[in-house]
């Protein structure tokens, strides 16, 4: 019985040790931030965090649910999807987050998201548009040189 009792506080102070400090988490995610547009290696977060790489990894996970890997890939959609708000080119919103080309953007952003990122904002814009429009108005297609803009009379 008392291995038992040893195991479970074993567990209760490993638990508290597999966290990053909030200066560690702090500044983890705050490079990560600033590195979405290039490539950051585990090695490089751990070692701005004073860390081994297999501790960051685990306490970055025990911290915020997600290994660092997947909290970069998550941030990078998210900036993606602001940038689909404008009118740039999948390709360039691509690049700009970080991903190695538009099809392993469209790739990551299908999984995650659940459409691709033409479907998404092509849902977004028509979503907006419905919401902007005052009664009475009717929507006029915009020039073909402008394919996600729609005007209203």
Request: aromatic letters at 6%; glycine letters at 6%; a positive charge.
């Amino acid at each position: 019985m008392s291995s038992h009792v040893r195991a479970l506080d074993l567990a209760s102070v490993s638990g508290r040790r597999d966290r990053l400090s909030a200066w560690q988490e702090e500044r983890a995610k705050a490079l990560i931030e600033a590195s979405l547009g290039r490539s950051l290696s585990i090695t490089q977060l751990a070692r701005e965090c004073a860390l081994s790489r297999c501790h960051f990894s685990r306490a970055f996970h025990g911290s915020t649910g997600l290994s660092p890997q997947q909290w970069l890939t998550r941030r990078r959609i998210e900036r993606a999807q602001q940038l689909l708000l404008g009118d740039n080119l999948l390709t360039r919103i691509a690049q700009d987050c970080g991903f190695a080309d538009q099809a392993h953007f469209s790739r990551v952003f299908r999984r995650l998201v659940g459409s691709t990122p033409s479907q998404w904002r092509l849902a977004v814009l028509q979503d907006n548009r419905v919401a902007n429009k005052r009664p009475g108005q009717r929507a006029i297609d915009a020039p073909a040189g402008d394919r996600y803009r729609v005007t209203y009379r």
